[in-house]
């Protein structure tokens, strides 16, 4: 189906300062997590590596190959209609065509999921689309943003009065 040979290089977006929890092999642990386990596809929604896909409100997204719906999940949805009938749908004004429908880029990456970048055994990996990864570590990343905004505030504090305000 997909094969584990890179096409272009990738960065993986770690911070300098966690650099050292992760394995001099993580580019080839990572791409055996993404591609020979998950086979290409987000391991909980199953979209697929590197392709667009059409999104609808709350995560659904038209799977190409299967002609249906999916959710957030990756299951089946009944209640909204065909991609044919969608764009059928959508008004034609005299000399313009309609807007294309909304499409995301789909970019796997290997999350750890008790997110300690220390604990790569395998059961603790998981392929993840960027959908599905923002969701699963939304509470740490709430946490960062309070610690970036507490240190930039401390900061603030620390040096306002210090140089007086002609310079």
């Known amino acids: 189906m997909f094969s584990s040979k890179m096409t272009h290089r990738i960065v993986m977006p770690i911070r300098p300062s966690q650099r050292w929890f992760y394995p001099i092999d ?5 791409q055996v997590i993404r591609f020979d386990r998950a086979g290409g596809r987000c391991e909980q929604c199953g979209r697929p590596h590197l392709q667009w896909v059409i999104v609808g409100p709350d995560g659904v997204w038209w799977n190409e190959e299967l ?3 999916r959710d957030h999940r990756g299951r089946r949805t009944r209640t909204l209609p065909s991609l044919a009938h969608l764009v059928a749908l959508q008004p034609a004004f005299s000399g313009f065509t309609p807007p294309p429908l909304p499409r995301s880029y ?22 993840l689309c960027q959908r599905c990864h923002l969701a699963h570590d939304r509470s740490a990343h709430r946490r960062q943003r309070w610690v970036t905004l507490f240190y930039r505030r401390a900061l603030g504090d620390l040096f306002a009065g210090r140089y007086p305000e002609g310079r």
């Open 67 to 69: 002609q249906g719906w």
């Open 26 to 30: 993580w580019r080839e642990l990572s």
């Open 106 to 127: 789909v970019v796997l990456a290997t999350a750890h999921l008790d997110q300690n970048p220390g604990n790569n055994a395998p059961h603790n990996l998981a392929a």
